[in-house]
């Protein structure tokens, strides 16, 4: 199986060619063209070596050869990352970070939360029922990996429970409140004669 080799950054001034440099001083490799400092990454940051001497390459300021030469690496391997930075940018040479939430939702236990979700249980429910954090299963509705949760319809009836409830104290007080007194005051004094404002009130 072929091994790994490494670049090599010694320390002090390297030229790559006539315009581009490097040295590598306290574990930081800075790179040099001309006079300027251009790029830095640390000593062991292969994946920040492989995007940068890609894009040296690709804009003209660095040879394939030159590339291999001046860090000790193959030309094959330069060559293949340069291919993976032209076809897919800086995602084909830097690694892409996994999701979470795709390692714990597979199988049975992605189908499982899909169903319940299906049969109208909420996020909270189908967490506790499959022991998946509610906030992976909120992060995997997002990305389409499972449906959204059914909002439930409220109960027609309690709805009107509840209104009735609400108007039952205005009624009782229509009966022995104030209302009962207006209402007694149009219907007259004793003597059948209109009852004045100050008995209506």
């Known amino acids: 199986m072929p091994q790994l080799q490494l670049p090599l950054f010694p320390a002090g001034l390297t030229p790559i060619n006539n315009n581009v440099a490097f040295a590598c001083e306290k ?3 800075v790179y040099v063209h001309g006079h300027l400092p251009v790029f830095q990454h640390r000593r062991d940051d292969i994946e920040s070596f492989r995007l940068f001497t890609s894009q040296l390459i690709l804009t003209g ?3 394939q050869v030159e590339i291999a030469k001046a860090f000790h690496v193959p030309l094959v391997t330069v060559k293949r990352y340069v291919k993976r930075f032209r076809q897919h940018g800086s995602k ?4 892409q970070r996994r999701r979470r939430s795709e390692s714990v939702l597979v199988g049975g236990v992605k189908q ?4 319940l979700l ?4 909420s996020v909270p429910e189908v967490a506790r029922a499959t022991q998946i954090k509610a906030d992976t299963l909120h992060k995997a509705i997002q990305a389409g990996r499972l449906p959204a ?3 439930k319809s409220p109960d027609p009836g309690a709805g009107d429970a509840q209104q009735q409830k609400r108007a039952e104290p205005g009624r009782q007080h229509s009966r022995h409140g104030f209302c009962d007194h207006a209402l007694g005051g149009t219907r007259g004094g004793r003597d059948g004669s209109p009852a ?3 008995d209506r009130l």
Request: proline share 4%.
């Open 92 to 95: 084909g040479v830097l690694p």
């Open 149 to 151: 949760a059914l909002k």
């Open 61 to 63: 300021a660095a040879r």
């Open 196 to 198: 004045s404002g100050a």
């Open 27 to 29: 574990g930081e490799v």
């Open 118 to 121: 299906e049969a109208g249980q």
């Open 112 to 115: 499982r939360a899909k169903e």
